[in-house]
């Protein structure tokens, strides 16, 4: 999450706490959907099946903290 840092602050600067992070949170969802979605392009390939890609965990870690994004936004704890 560390490439999205500038990104909201900047995003809660204009916006305020909660727009800035609903913001935020929706671009890393949309990068991650981008992300995902090449991933499994790529894996449709009969020989890289059995092979579980990295990339993955960071695509969770990503998840994790839009998650936490959201819930900050809208006051659950």
Known sequence: ???????LENELFRGGEMKGRLRTALTVLTDMLIELNALEIYYQKPTMKSIVPAEIAALRKKIDAVKQLVQDSIGIE
Not at 1 to 7: P, S, V
């Open 1 to 7: 999450m560390n490439e999205y840092r500038a990104l």
